[in-house]
């Protein structure tokens, strides 16, 4: 009988746990109990099955039969896909972030959106530079509105009522764009800035 290389068995083990994980994974969010052992485990088995298929395609390709072959290259294949898609979900979003950051400017934050930036509309783009500006840091209620325009309708959003205005910015950022991203800012007893962060309904 045929004695199987290592990496032959460690691969089709791996494949075999990636196959227990995802019914694991739908009972997890059945009954309401923590799926992150099961994508974690998964996603270690995943790594460990395209290394060792891609052993087993470099030290047993002439002692392996066909079928064998076939059977190892699939599972290369699958969880190549997989990790490809996982790095494209990690990175993507954040690069594509990156990318369309830009300079804070008053007058084109208080421009309504363009249809072409329904994504990526001026105030996501320059938010991020307005917080790290610190332009907001002191201002009265009156120089906000001055900067920045009117603000959003008191209530629009869910967690409105833990600021005092607050400014609609477009679809949230990241690979599922569902949820939309809030500018939140509250003022002291002073009447000044005292806390301005960013909110996802």
């Known amino acids: ?21 995802i019914p694991m994974i739908f009972l997890a969010e059945k009954y309401r109990f923590t799926q992150a052992p099961f994508h974690i485990s998964q996603a270690i088995a995943i790594c460990i099955s395209f290394v060792a298929g891609i052993i087993v395609f470099i030290k047993a390709r002439k002692t392996l039969i066909m079928q064998d072959l076939i059977i190892s290259g699939l599972g290369v294949t699958l969880a190549g896909l997989y990790i490809l898609f996982f790095v494209f979900l990690l990175f993507g979003p954040v690069a594509d972030e990156l990318w369309h950051r830009q300079k804070f400017d008053s007058q ?33 209620q009156p120089e906000v509105i001055e900067l920045l325009g009117e603000p959003a309708e008191k209530g ?16 949230e950022r990241g690979f599922i764009r569902m949820d939309s991203e809030w500018l939140f800012i509250k003022f002291g007893q002073d009447g000044k800035v005292s806390r301005y962060w960013l909110y996802t309904d």
């Open 1 to 21: 009988m045929k004695k199987l290389p290592l990496s032959y068995k460690i691969q089709l083990l791996s494949g075999l746990y990636i196959l227990f994980c």
């Open 108 to 140: 084109a934050w208080k421009q309504p959106n363009k249809e072409e930036d329904i994504f990526w509309p001026a105030r996501i783009c320059m938010v991020d530079d307005l917080i790290h500006s610190k332009k907001l840091d002191g201002l009265t």
């Open 156 to 171: 629009f959003s869910a967690g409105a009522y833990e600021c005092d205005i607050h400014y609609h910015l477009g679809p």
